[in-house]
């Protein structure tokens, strides 16, 4: 039986877009979203970032270096930000509706900036009680240690919690720690698998 629901947040909860932002550092920089992308990915910081080794100000005095860009900390943390699109990909309510039967866990691979500014734009992620923040635990998805912070969290053993990701290797780490985990691939898809389960919100 399910007693704890653990949610991902990017592309689960929130869509996201990393060119959104690349499009806007192109203008500052001269460099393309390719060139900006290869960067940053050859630099290794953002899951040094997103594992909490680097703090925020570091991180974004590297990046200006990677990217040869001057930005004021605030303008970085905007442009940084402006990958979110305004609209869940599940309903608020139907969040709120689990909640009512069920202790809900974040478990997300995030950053400082990026889950400061979710936190007071997005009202979706106060219906949790609890949050698994990979910049926060030291530790990412797929590692263990991020799918044990979040089992303590939910206060049940693993096969006593649903949890759905849009990242196949995600799920699969979750499931190699006995977590019963599905596929995100939309919000109906993701009821028929919850329904499956003897999961109830109505």
């Given amino acids: 039986m399910i007693h704890s629901i653990i949610f ?47 703090e925020s100000r570091d ?40 909640r009512r039967r069920y202790r809900m866990v974040l478990l997300s691979n995030t950053n400082d900036i990026h889950y400061t500014m979710l936190e007071q734009r997005y009202a979706i992620l106060s219906h949790f009680d609890a949050y698994t923040l ?9 590692e263990p240690a991020i799918y044990a912070d979040a089992v303590g969290k939910a206060q049940c053993a693993p096969g006593e919690c649903f949890f759905t990701d849009d990242m196949p290797e995600y799920v699969e780490g979750a499931r190699r720690f006995g977590i019963d985990a599905v596929r995100f691939e939309g919000y109906e898809p993701l009821q028929q698998a919850m329904r499956a389960r003897g999961i109830e919100w109505d």
Avoid: N
């Fill in 134 to 142: 990979s910049h926060k635990v030291g530790a990412m998805k797929p």
């Fill in 8 to 54: 991902d947040l990017g592309r689960v909860l929130i869509p996201f877009d990393f060119d959104r932002a690349y499009k806007q550092m192109t203008a500052r920089c001269g460099l393309s979203t390719d060139q900006i992308r290869a960067r940053l990915h050859a630099a290794g910081i953002v899951p040094e970032y997103e594992s909490g080794r680097i």
């Fill in 59 to 98: 991180f974004v005095a590297q990046v200006g270096k990677i990217l040869d860009i001057a930005l004021s900390y605030e303008e970085f943390c905007e442009i940084w930000s402006s990958i979110f699109l305004p609209e869940t990909l599940v309903p608020e309510s139907f969040i709120q509706a689990l």
